[in-house]
């Protein structure tokens, strides 16, 4: 079966997800002969269509996620692997291979045109090539010209210091009354990134991962 990669990013056209390039896999880190193809989310786009058919469960944003995904890796007959899911694929180390994204101080990759404002939620793994797979660009961070890094300075409790991110300061700050901005506007220090601040979620998704956050730490 030939597939293009114009061909996947027309089917998550209207979605609400969107395709975020990929790479072909290497036989020594046992992907020879794969090729990824990875899906997620930028900006704000997202939010209204998760919210509209948002499912009643535990997990709705990855059930949703799944409910797009699934259908569409089985049109391309594609395997398709999820951040969440045991045994778990390093995603992180998937989308530096796939676009210009470099790590942040907040270790949060960043993007040149979405900054801190996107996430990947699936991979689709293809045998053999896929047509028209773009060529990804040499990265350059928006972080390194980045002199006052504000994202380092304003966290309440100092949760990050460039090089880690504490989670049980964070979380014992969000148990907390002081918390409750961080609960209802997302985390602070990424709200302070002056890149691509156009592209921010909504208030409403933040708010969503803040307590999704909570629920699976606190």
């Not at 951040?83 to 180390?93: A, E, G, L, M, S």
Request: aromatic share 10%; with cysteine.
């Amino acid at each position: 079966m030939s597939v293009s990669y114009r061909d996947i990013e027309a089917a998550f056209e209207g979605t609400g997800l969107v395709v975020r390039g990929g790479f072909k896999g290497e036989h020594d880190e046992g992907l020879g002969g794969v090729t990824v193809v990875l899906v997620g989310n930028v900006g704000p786009g997202m939010w209204s269509h998760f919210s509209a058919a948002r499912p009643d469960c535990v997990d709705p944003l990855d059930t949703w996620t799944k409910s797009v995904v699934a259908p569409r890796a089985d049109r391309f007959a594609a395997s398709v692997a999820y951040p969440n899911d045991k045994p778990y694929r390093p995603f992180q180390q998937w989308a530096m291979r796939a676009e210009p994204v470099t790590p942040s101080p907040l270790g949060i990759l960043i993007h040149p045109e979405f900054g801190l404002w996107h996430a990947y939620r699936a991979a689709l793994m293809f045998d053999g090539r896929i047509v028209g797979l773009p060529t990804v660009q040499a990265a350059v961070s928006a972080c390194e010209s980045c002199i006052e890094k504000p994202c380092l300075n304003t966290c309440p409790v100092g949760a990050f210091d460039g090089k880690s991110y504490n989670v049980p300061v964070c979380v014992t700050h969000m148990k907390s009354s002081d918390g409750r901005p961080c609960h209802e506007h997302g985390c602070l220090a990424r709200l302070a990134c002056p890149v691509a601040t156009k592209h921010r979620t909504t208030e409403a998704q933040r708010a969503f991962h803040a307590a999704a956050f909570f629920r699976s730490n606190g």
